[in-house]
């Protein structure tokens, strides 16, 4: 998983400026439904909305983490590609999941939305940076989101294993032993 660092220089246009930010709230403002009343006061939509925000289909990705997340589907990894072909289509449980997944300042591996589940697949590089995935771990983990790990010689040698922690993490609580 990767970190962004953002520019401290707002970007001018596009995702993020301030003239796309008022065109949305001018959309959105057109668009409301007339007939849901609001949420009374102190009330919101509480952890979906937020984790949404960092994680969901309208969460604002800066470019330059974008083009990086793009990138890096397009250079997978062999272990990346093994782990890829068992969760694609929905091929695990008919579970949705996506590689190479901005999470707020973060790329995931590989995420599930459904379940808020991130799959991070742990090359030797991982060895010289422990500080700073305990930092991302921990980071996540207070998002809500649950983080698995695993070797890419666990891919490459007991996919089996790491398909079966996959299911039981993607299982309700109540079917787990």
Known sequence: MMEYKPSPQP????RGSKETEARYQDEQDTNKDKSCPPLPEGEGLGVRAEISKLAGSNRQIPKVLLEC???LRKQ?????????????????????????????????DFY??????????????????????????NWLQSNHFTVIRFSNEQIFNEIELVLH???????????RN
């Not at 970007?11 to 596009?14: E, H, L, V």
């Not at 990346?80 to 995931?108: D, M, S, V």
């Open 11 to 14: 970007s001018p246009q596009g």
């Open 69 to 71: 997340a793009r990138e």
């Open 76 to 108: 997978q990894t062999p272990a990346e590609e093994i782990l890829w072909e068992c969760l694609r289509n929905r091929r695990l449980l008919n579970t949705k999941f996506c590689r190479q997944h901005n999470i707020g300042r973060y790329i995931a």
């Open 112 to 137: 599930c939305h459904e379940k808020l589940l991130i799959i991070e697949l742990d090359g030797s590089i991982h060895a010289n940076q422990q500080i700073q995935d305990s930092i991302r771990q």
């Open 165 to 175: 922690t996959i299911a039981q993490a993607l299982s309700p609580r109540e079917n």
